[in-house]
């Protein structure tokens, strides 16, 4: 990966929701074309800030954020939006009153091409939502509603991914088809930052890793070398996820 350069540069971010309160505290991280890499650590260790702060719901006081060789840090999230990140947030990440098809529209709100290709797209990749195409999201399981976010943000075409917690609240079957299609997604080609507190499973299938604690990256490394390595293991996989 170092002769590529990175499709996303986090350098030194600082970043908090009180001033002079900061939750990020020095960050520093990389996503290189076509990698996934997984974002793990404690409960309170600034996952989710960071995520909000490379997205622009957040805007770093210190430090520097690029993607694609260009500084968004500051930019708001429509504008990152058509750089080409999609963003799959934890919590409301589908219209519940709409329906799956009127879903899929509104991912694609900054696109002035035909969407129907883009639908298409998405409903051979998750055959579930094809069923459920005029079903309202509200009345989807958990896993559709994860599977219909993927699905919306897919619908601007990214290339990069940044997904937050997306096993959450969902059962241990569901998590495993969850992160089979994010395998697929990034195996076809699209970039992936995966912040995921089931740190087992988000490093077995990571390229790489950062584990954060106290909002500063304190180990980076190959997804299998921080599963193998034996401080990572104590502190932060315990039987299978993080603490």
Known sequence: MTNLAP????????AGYIKDLDILQGVNMRVYPGELVAIIGPNGAGKSTLAKAIFGLLTP???SITFNGTT????????IV???????PQLANVFPSLSVDENLEMGAFVRDTPLQPLKDDVFARFPRLAERRKQRA????GGERQMLAMGKALMLKPNLLLLDEPSAALSPLLVNSVFEQIQQINRDGVAILLVE??????????DRGYVLEAGRDRFEGAGSELLNNPKVAELYLGAGKAH
């Open 72 to 79: 968004i840090a500051g930019l708001k999230s429509d504008q």
């Open 138 to 141: 509200g009345t989807l399981s």
């Open 7 to 14: 499709i996303l540069d986090v350098q030194n971010a600082h």
């Open 61 to 63: 006081h210190k430090g």
């Open 197 to 206: 507190q089931n740190a087992r499973k988000a490093l077995e299938m990571a």
């Open 82 to 88: 058509r750089r080409g990140m999609g963003y799959v």
